[in-house]
């Protein structure tokens, strides 16, 4: 074992309480895993090495996100089909992004991304989602969404990004599907994920099993404010909170991509 691993004074208890009420929050009011805060606060604060962190970021998912769905689906916000549906398309799309890692150009990808992102944002902020509206399950709807859970698994598995930053803004924009209900069935879709994941991490032995768990049980405190407070915002304020959300992401994606582009 490493000694990342075995060394206490490696896990600062505090900054690791600390990433967990951050994350929590962030993803019950976003619908997303919290792995896109969770793994660059573990390498810059706990000073993990980046695939620790990943690994570790993955499982501490797993409690954060099983309160998320509570606190949705306790007042009808989660559409259960629909997750599963997107859950069959990501882990073919995950598979397949994890086979092209060494055969596509990350670097090129990853601008894409921030591209698509940048204009996602820049429809957030001018459309305004309904509560009141409903995804109909015909041959179609069923068709796009299994290809937009493929599409998520599969920059998953090439940029190591959380599929709630994809499917939430993608369920609104596209399916039509109300906010809140998007965010519920987001973290639905990535309970078995972030499961199956953490349960390959484990056996690679690339999962500080402490620092997990202090970041996901402390996620769970604040996860079910976080779904409060998106329950609680209009549709047009928590879209746009969302959209400035995304934009803060994109500046940080920008500048790893910068890095990146030097380093290669």
């Not at 099993?209 to 996860?223: F, K, M, P, R």
């Not at 976080?226 to 940080?252: E, K, Q």
């Amino acid at each position: 074992m490493t000694d990342e691993l075995e060394t206490e004074h490696r896990r600062p208890i505090f900054a690791l309480i600390g990433i967990g009420l951050l994350a929590g929050f962030l993803s019950g009011m976003f619908g997303i895993g919290g792995g896109i805060v969770i793994v660059p606060l573990l390498v810059m604060l706990a000073k993990f090495p980046r695939r620790l962190a990943a690994g570790t970021s993955l499982g501490a998912i797993v409690p954060a996100a099983l309160v998320g769905v509570a606190s949705y689906a306790a007042v009808g916000n989660v559409d259960w089909l629909v997750a599963l549906i997107l859950v069959v398309g990501s882990v073919v799309g995950a598979q397949v992004g994890a086979h092209l890692l060494h055969r596509l150009p990350v670097l090129a990808i990853r601008w894409a991304f921030i591209v698509f992102l940048a204009a996602v944002a820049v429809s957030l902020f001018l459309v305004v989602p309904s509560r009141d509206a409903q995804l109909e399950l015909a041959v179609l709807p069923i068709i796009g969404l299994v290809v937009l859970g493929f599409v998520t698994g599969v920059l998953s598995g090439i940029l190591g990004v959380g599929g709630g930053i994809i499917i939430v803004p993608m369920l609104i924009l596209l399916f039509g599907q109300s906010d809140v209900v998007a965010k519920g069935t987001s973290l639905a879709m990535m309970i078995p994920t972030a499961i199956s994941g953490t349960i390959g991490n484990l056996r690679r032995k690339n999962v500080d099993i402490v620092a997990s768990l202090i970041v996901g049980l402390s996620a769970c405190v604040t996860t079910a404010l976080g779904a409060a407070a998106a329950i609680a915002l209009d549709p047009r304020t928590a879209s746009i909170v969302f959209a400035v959300f995304l934009v803060l992401l994109i500046v940080r994606l920008v500048v790893e991509a910068v890095k990146q582009g030097r380093q290669e």
